[in-house]
């Protein structure tokens, strides 16, 4: 099931701090007649700080944002080793693994859907023990922490309300949230209205080439049609009719998705004894804060341990170091403040 590809030691910050990179491969279960086909064997980029192997660490799952993945993560390693290395230098050695969520219209958003796959089955029942076996990490619960970035972060959100048994820490950094505000003008984007149900027909034809990360509106409302707006069939629902009429029930099926939404409809939404650190970008291109924001907001009052922080910089900014912050709190380390 797995193949160990590569484990090999950087030295980071120009400190001797050594951190060991390895490329596994797993091969899922529950993905496994997917409907758009997708492939079952995912990279898994997991990285440690070297001689540890020994020692049982905390584990942090991370949840890339949108066109993200572990291979992304394997070629562009330098600022995963910063991470590792950021925490090591604040006392918390943890393993750090990337995993890859991603689909036919490139990303799943970590959730099961009908019409793209079982994918929060996928991270945390195949995955997540997995990976406590193989890398001797999150034996228990106070080890165990989801983070993500922007779908990412929304991800981390959604796996932290569904397995509260889990996840004993949430880092959300600029998770997509609060449709109302930070994505229904996706919807309601000429690009994307004018977009008739034969091409929505053609797209989801199991021959058809993958829908490109930089395709704009389309590419994205798409993508996350097939999240949230999904069927049993396996087909989904378009947020526009056959006379390109609006359609509210698809976007109520957005909503109800919708961290924000859910977080202000359960009594609820974590467990006391999770710890949820909600982020986002003073001045976030797709108003992320403001989402964050609203989440916390909807947890005031419902027995849940969160804080909220809001770093300088836009969407993508400082994500490392953001990181590194948001699991230091989790984890009950010193956090400081990241400068513009």
Known sequence: MVALLLAISFVSFGREVQVDCDDLIFDSKVLAGNPL???????????????TRGRSLPLAVFLPGFGGSS???????GGWIKIVSGLHDAGRDIVL????????????????????????????DELTPFLEHNENCGKVFKDRIVVGHSSGGFGALRLGMARKKL?????????????????????????????????????????????????????????????????????????????????????????????????????????????????????????????????????????????TYFPPGHHSDHVEERVVRGISWVLGAPVRDIAP
């Open 37 to 51: 086909k997708d492939p079952t064997k995912r990279h898994i980029a997991v990285f440690r700080p070297a001689g």
């Open 71 to 77: 291979d992304i993560a394997l070629q562009q390693r």
């Open 97 to 124: 693994a990337v995993v890859d969520g991603r689909n036919r219209y490139v990303c799943s958003q970590y959730i099961n859907s009908p019409s793209s796959g079982r994918y929060e089955d996928y991270i945390c």
């Open 167 to 307: 996840f004993c820490g949430v880092v959300a950094l600029s998770p997509d949230s609060y449709f109302d505000v930070t994505h229904k003008p996706f919807t309601t984007d000429p690009s994307v209205a004018k977009i008739g149900l034969d091409m929505i027909k053609a797209v989801s034809a199991p021959t058809f080439a993958p829908v490109d990360s930089k395709s704009g509106e389309f590419g994205y409302v798409l993508a996350l049609c097939a999240d949230y707006a999904g069927n049993k069939d396996g087909t989904f629902n378009w947020l526009y009719d056959a006379q390109g009429h609006y359609r509210n029930d698809t976007y109520e099926q957005w909503r109800s998705a919708d961290p924000a939404v859910i977080a202000g409809r359960l009594t609820r939404p974590f467990n006391r004894d999770q710890r949820v650190y909600l982020e986002g970008a003073a001045q976030d291109d797709f108003k992320a804060n403001i989402g964050a924001q609203k989440v916390a907001d909807n947890l005031k009052g419902k027995g849940v341990t969160f804080t």
